[in-house]
């Protein structure tokens, strides 16, 4: 099936900063999506982004699918920040998504 | 988007016994999932819902200890049965429309087994 890592796999930023966090997949997708996950467990989607760059405030992000990433960019980050930001991409029978294994994110005030 | 209501949010309960986690979705959707969360890992897929229909699990899951229901397009219910410690992980459901774009996950059930 499928595999999708994400690197870094943690990542520690002072308020302020800005970060890139990275997403492979191992085959052609035509849907992958980015997730946040709150300290309280929730899953927030973050970007629908089979290919080409969408933006929303201070979070943008960038798909190149003929050669298999996905980029998502924080600027200027906050504490809210804080949390896992998951990958995921649909499987290749169109039924199932596929998580990678997270970037947890620390942002200090 | 679709708005997915799961209950309960958290739950601490004894070795032994069984929790149902339940899952109500505001639209009819095509397809509906299961994931398990254990601490500090990703999201593992239980199973796919199946509306009227046994679920499908994935390797690894089966349906003696992981009971699931769906009996309409907007419902389901994932138990978790005979629980031990190794059960502790956020379950979240999941609800996904074939041909849309996006997925959406309920808030998650925190299951804590003592």
């Known amino acids: 099936g499928i595999q999708v890592e994400q690197s870094p796999p943690d990542l520690i930023l002072q308020e302020g900063a800005n970060s890139t966090l990275r997403c492979n997949f191992s085959d052609s997708v035509n849907n992958l999506q980015w997730f946040h996950q709150n300290p309280w467990g929730q899953l927030i989607n973050l970007f629908y982004i089979p290919s080409g760059t969408k933006q929303n405030g201070r979070l943008s992000a960038t798909t190149v699918a003929t050669e298999r990433y996905s980029l998502l960019y924080i600027s200027s980050s906050q504490t809210t920040d804080s949390g896992v930001y998951f990958c995921?991409?649909?499987?290749?029978?169109?039924?199932?998504?596929?998580f990678g294994p997270g970037t947890r994110l620390s942002v200090l005030p | 988007s679709a708005v997915i209501s799961q209950k309960p949010s958290r739950d601490i309960c004894q070795r032994g016994t069984s929790l149902t986690i339940q899952c109500q979705v505001d639209?009819?959707?095509?397809?509906m999932f299961w994931y398990r969360q254990q601490p500090g890992q990703s999201l593992t897929l239980i199973a796919t819902a199946n509306q009227g229909s046994e679920a499908t699990y994935e390797s690894g899951f089966v349906i003696d200890k992981f009971p699931i229901s769906r009996p309409n397009l907007t419902f389901s219910t994932l138990t978790v049965s005979n629980m031990s410690p190794e059960d502790s992980s956020i379950y979240l459901c999941?609800?996904?429309?074939?041909?849309?774009?996006?997925?959406?996950f309920g808030q998650g059930t925190r299951l804590t087994v003592v």
């Open positions: 639209s009819q959707v095509t397809m």
């Open positions: 995921a991409v649909l499987d290749n029978y169109g039924q199932n998504f596929v």
């Open positions: 999941s609800v996904w429309q074939a041909g849309r774009t996006e997925a959406f």
